[in-house]
Structures are given as structure tokens and as C-alpha cells.
């Protein structure tokens, strides 16, 4: 074997390797540097090793805030996957109606993340509000910038009219790839409507339902810009979310090494969420 | 098991129809008897699929009628007639096991657990299916993917009929051999109807007891193997059928006999009517002869295919293809060709002068 020693070919991985660095390895080890670190200010460091991690895991504040994030994202995922399903099963497959119900579909998708944030805050609103108005004379008392539990049925609902339209073009998506002999099949062999969904579209909608889980998931538990604009994580601390917890930490506190330890624990949390889950979900596959 | 009448069927995808092109399917009328094994044989876009998916209940005919024995069945759904199909592409249920599968068409019709039971130990066996009852349908191979979605048609009592639709399409080559004769011994075995959609002249001729050929939406002939082969109604089943096809030369007709470049050449039928439309003498390459009597040629080329040559001759402006067996001398250049005058046959528009189009 004459193997060519040629190093010029670094040259070509460079590029990719400084990108890689700005983008995503510098940013992240910065957090981990603060992340053992304490600081006085005037850029003065000293060294606190897992100091922080401990404060952090041990901490009420982060527990409740985990918790509540816990709790909104498995009710999201609850209410959004089911309910996506539904829909893209309810969808028209052919004809006009399928490009009208796409666009539909796809609108809150479009908005932007605050923007949705300012709508439902203010069709929310009970005094001037269109739906807090409504509700308000049904003589249910809602006032989401008062009471805990409007704000988190406010919260929720608002979550499912944002992002049910994904799992649903993600749905509708792997429905129309069934080929149409499994119906065929399924018919011939006398099979009802609920055995065509449980052995049929159900198994195939598997992988796509899957991501959607995944993207869901993530997405949910990093969630910042709508509650934020929405309830600001109040009233008090009820709808204080893991993201908004931080950057009170990091921004409003200015405990770089707390922030930057919570940082990388959430970190890990998604990471670790997702992998059990998809390797779950995948050990029956075949290649 | 009900023999299956097809009366006056017509079928167009568009809703209003005007021209003749515009019919998948123009006027068949078929019966299948009970218990034989059918080939639907055709090109791609000849129909046949549109004709399955008729006779299976998919498609409504835009008119006529669908009888199974004497129920006019032409309304109902698929799950209302007693059917089986088996797919181009394996049809599975993933999730379930081999069993499940084989067992759902009973259980989705409240048939008795131990009867259920029963039947699948029985579908199983026939379908060398027994050694993987447990393992999960996803798991299998193609052949062995085509044989549970045949397995559910078998494994109920009240099927009419098993319809195949290229069944073997995603077969690897060396089982669809295999697979075919399990199929042959199969329908001999269960002596349900079958019929079995193809555009492979080999596959419909090994499977079935009578073909039916179809082109261009209609029925062109129904025959045995050997029907087609040695009396073709139509030049298109003189063609599409045997490798090479039927070679098919220009002639003029006077008092119902063909000639060929002014000489009389002997046929099997006559022409009855006037000598008008496009007339065609056709014999295929098996039943010419080369020697020393007969039409003047010359010879263009000779492909060996094996068992046999293929001389390629040039009558007039006609190529006519010859077979002849490997140890027979092939005379280069001028030679005569004769015709066996029990297999050749004048035909007048494409159709077999002296018989009604089939259908």
C-alpha cells in the first residue's frame, strides 16, 4: 500500500471547523466555563467546581419551575397529538379542499412567536378581550392575569392553536403515503374502521408521529417568547416556565454560575428525554 | 365459489364519454367458470386492472352487470362479496404476527377462536407458512409477505374468488419460479377461482387453465395456452404471445385464399366476405419452413437463443423471422421459404377472417 501524505487536505475541513466553533462549540463551552466558575465582577474568575450544579439540583425554585414544565409540556403533547391526528384523518384527500385546508392549517404556523404571544394576550383580556369577554358573561369568572389556573388553560389552549397544525400537516403527510391496496385489503378482509386506524394507519403514521413527538417535545420544553408576552411566568410564579426561570436567573439576578448550571442541566434533560424516547420508539424497526 | 358472469360491461373513468378512447373498457361479455384458474393477460393500459377492480367491487362499471352464480353483485361494496386479492406489493398488517394476520379476516367476521384456530393451522401449512406463525409479519421476506396476504384470502371458507394483481412483481427471480408452481398446486389443492392479472405472457400461460387476452379495452381472445398459440384470433394475440411473435405479412385475397407476392399460399381458413381492409397473412416463425420449395427469400440474419435459431429472412419488403431447430443448416443468402398451412391464417382488420371477435 503507497499511501499519499497529504495534509493540504486540513485546509478543506477548516471552514466547516471554524463555522461548527462560532456557531455552536464556543457559545456552549462559555456556559460551561461560568457553569464552575464564580465571578465578582470586573471579569475576575475563581474556580467553585460543582458548586453550582448542587445549588441548582437541590434548589425548590428549579423544581417547581422543572415541574411546571413538565406538566405543561406532557399536557401539550397530550392534547396535540391526539387532536393532530384527528384532524389529518379528517381531511379531505383529494380535490380543491385539500389546498384550502393545507393553507389553514399551515397560518398559525406563519405568525410570529411573540406576535402570537400579543394576540392571545389581548383576545384574552376579560374587560376588553373578545374570548375573556365572552366567557367573563357566560358568568364564568376568567381572568388569566389574575388567577393561576386561567392563566394556564390560557397558556395550554394557546399552545394547541399554534402548534397542532404541525402534527397535523405531519400526520396528513404520512396518511396520503398509505398506499391505497392496505384499504383494499383491509376491506376485502372486513376490517371497521377502527381496526383499519389501529393496524393500518396507526403503524404507518409510526415514524412520522414519532418526530412529531420529538419536534413537539423539544420545542414545548424550550418554550419562551409566548409566555412570556402572554403572563410574563405570573400570576406570581404559576406559569413560570423552565426558559423564563432562566433568564430571570441569568439576566434579572445576574447569577452567571446558577444560570450557566441550569443551562446545561436543561440541557441535558432534553437530550436524554429524546433519547429514550426515540430509541423507544425505534428498537422494533427494521432497517 | 360461484361462477362469475360479466354481462355487457362498460366502463369509462370520465364521466361523459364521447369517443371510442374514451372507454377502459368497451362491451366485455364474460362468464369464469367456478373452480378455474384465469389468466388476465395484457399490456399496460389495456384494462385488465380496470376489469379486476370491477370484478372485485373497487371500481362501479359505468354499465352492465357483475353476476356471481345469479346474484347481481354489481352494487356491492367489496366486503360484501367474498373476495380475495393479493396485491403487486406485499400487503401486510406490520404489527401483527404471521397468525394475527392470517387470522383477522375471520375474526373481523366473529368466526370462533378454536375454529379460527383451526383454519390458520391449516392455511399455514398449505402456505409453508407453519414455522413463523409468532414471528411479526414486518420481519418476513417478500415471497414470504405475498404468501400471508394469499394465506388471507384462502383462509376464509366463503371466498369466491382469489385475485391476483402481478402478484409477482417484487419477487426476486429465482422464487417467482417457485412461487408460481405453489400457486399452480395451490388452485388444484383449494379448487377455488382464480384469476390472475399480468402483463407477462409467461407467467399467465404457466398459471392458467384459460387466458384472456385483452387489448386496448377489450377482450381479444379467451383461450387455453395452446389455443392462443397455435390459433390466434386476433394478429395482437399472434404478437404479444410467443417469443419471437407471429410474423404477419401483406397478402391479396381472391375467391377467400391468400398470395403472397403473387403466389398462392395454403391457410387453415378462408375469407368469406369481400377482399377489403387491411388483409394480413399470419404464421408464426415455428410453422415456416426454409428449404428449397416454396417463396423466394434471402436471409438477413441468424440469432442463436439457445435451444433453437432465429433466422431472420426478407420476403419482399417483409421481414419474416424462421425458427429452426440448432443442428439444421441455414443457407446463406437466396433461399425459399414454405408456410405450414394448417397454422397459417389470413386475417382481415387484425381479426381471424371467418371468426367473430371474441367478447
Redesign the interface.
Known amino acids: 500500500m503507497n499511501k499519499t501524505s497529504n495534509q493540504k487536505a486540513w485546509f478543506f475541513v477548516l471552514p466547516v471547523l471554524i463555522l461548527v466553533a462560532f456557531n455552536a462549540i464556543i457559545p456552549l463551552m462559555t456556559v460551561v466555563n461560568y457553569s464552575v466558575q464564580e465571578t465578582f465582577g470586573d471579569n475576575t474568575f475563581f474556580w467553585a467546581g460543582v458548586i453550582w450544579f448542587q445549588e441548582v439540583l437541590h434548589s425548590e425554585r428549579f423544581h417547581a419551575a422543572l415541574g411546571r414544565q413538565l406538566l405543561f409540556t406532557f399536557t401539550i403533547l397530550a392534547i396535540e397529538i391526539p387532536l393532530g391526528v384527528a384532524i389529518a384523518l379528517a381531511m379531505p384527500r383529494k380535490g380543491i379542499w385539500v389546498s384550502v385546508c393545507l393553507i389553514l392549517m399551515a397560518l398559525p404556523l406563519l405568525i410570529p412567536w411573540n406576535v402570537v404571544g400579543a394576540i392571545w394576550n389581548i383576545f384574552a383580556l376579560p374587560d376588553i378581550g373578545l374570548l375573556g369577554y365572552t366567557i367573563n358573561s357566560l358568568g364564568i369568572d376568567y381572568n388569566f392575569t389574575r388567577q393561576p389556573v386561567s392563566a394556564w388553560i390560557t397558556l395550554v389552549v394557546m399552545d394547541v392553536w399554534h402548534w397542532t397544525s404541525l402534527v397535523v400537516l405531519l400526520a396528513y403527510a404520512g396518511l396520503v403515503s398509505i398506499p391505497d391496496a392496505y384499504y383494499q385489503a383491509a376491506k376485502t378482509d372486513g376490517a371497521r374502521p377502527l381496526a383499519i386506524f389501529r393496524y393500518i394507519q396507526l403503524p404507518k403514521l409510526k415514524r412520522v408521529l414519532t418526530i412529531a413527538v420529538l419536534l413537539r417535545f423539544m420545542d414545548s420544553f424550550n418554550i419562551y417568547t409566548e409566555p412570556f408576552v402572554l403572563t410574563g411566568g405570573g400570576p406570581g410564579n404559576s406559569t413560570t416556565l423552565l426558559s423564563i426561570d432562566l433568564v430571570k436567573v441569568a439576566l434579572g439576578q445576574f447569577d452567571l454560575g446558577p444560570a450557566a448550571a441550569m443551562s446545561l442541566i436543561y440541557f441535558l434533560i432534553i437530550l436524554l428525554f429524546s433519547w429514550i424516547f426515540y430509541t423507544l420508539m425505534m428498537r422494533n424497526e427494521e432497517q | 365459489m360461484a361462477t362469475i358472469t360479466l354481462k355487457d360491461l362498460r366502463h369509462s373513468y370520465s364521466a361523459t364519454p364521447t369517443s371510442e378512447d374514451d372507454w377502459a373498457l368497451k362491451r366485455l361479455d364474460v362468464k369464469w367458470r367456478d373452480g378455474g384458474a384465469y389468466a388476465l393477460l395484457g399490456p399496460s393500459g389495456c384494462g385488465k386492472t380496470t376489469l379486476l377492480n370491477i370484478i ?1 367491487g ?1 371500481l362501479t362499471p359505468s354499465s352492465g352487470r357483475v353476476l356471481f352464480d345469479d346474484e347481481d353483485v354489481t352494487d356491492l ?3 360484501k362479496r367474498h ?3 393479493v ?3 406485499p ?1 401486510v ?4 404476527t404471521v397468525f394475527d394476520n392470517l387470522a ?2 375471520l375474526r ?2 366473529g368466526v370462533p377462536e378454536a375454529e379460527v384456530r383451526q383454519r390458520v393451522a391449516e392455511i399455514a401449512e398449505m402456505t409453508e407458512l407453519t414455522g413463523m406463525l409468532k414471528k ?1 409479519a ?2 418476513l421476506t417478500a415471497d414470504g409477505k405475498q404468501k400471508i ?1 394469499l394465506g ?2 384462502l383462509v376464509r371458507s366463503d371466498v369466491n374468488v382469489i385475485m391476483f394483481d402481478e402478484p409477482l412483481t417484487v419477487i426476486d427471480p429465482h422464487l417467482k419460479w417457485q412461487l408460481r408452481s405453489k400457486l399452480k398446486e395451490l388452485h388444484q389443492k383449494v379448487n377455488r377461482t382464480m384469476i390472475y392479472v399480468t402483463h407477462d405472457q409467461v407467467e399467465a400461460l404457466t398459471f392458467a387453465d384459460r387466458v384472456v387476452v385483452m387489448n386496448f379495452g377489450q377482450v381479444v381472445q379467451i383461450g387455453t395456452p395452446v389455443e392462443l398459440f397455435e390459433a390466434p384470433k386476433h394478429t395482437f394475440v399472434g404478437h404479444f404471445i410467443g417469443s419471437p411473435g407471429m410474423n404477419l405479412l401483406p397478402c391479396q385475397v381472391n375467391n377467400g385464399s391468400a398470395y403472397v407476392a403473387s403466389q398462392k399460399v395454403e391457410t387453415a381458413n378462408k375469407l368469406a366476405g369481400p377482399a377489403q381492409g387491411r388483409l394480413e397473412l399470419g404464421v408464426r416463425p415455428e410453422f415456416v419452413n426454409i428449404g428449397s420449395a416454396g417463396l423466394e427469400a434471402d436471409v438477413v440474419r441468424v440469432s442463436d437463443a439457445g435451444r433453437y435459431r432465429i433466422v431472420d429472412t426478407r420476403l419482399g419488403d417483409h421481414l419474416v423471422k424462421v425458427l429452426v431447430s440448432e443442428d439444421q443448416e441455414v443457407p446463406a443468402g437466396k433461399t425459399h421459404l414454405s408456410f405450414n398451412a394448417d397454422y397459417s391464417r389470413i386475417y382481415q382488420d387484425g381479426w381471424l377472417a371467418g371468426a367473430e371477435p371474441a367478447a
Open positions: 372485485s373497487l361494496p367489496p366486503d373476495i380475495a386479492q396485491f403487486q406489493f400487503v398488517y406490520d404489527t401483527m383477522f379476516p373481523n367476521r411479526r414486518a420481519g396476504s388471507r384470502g
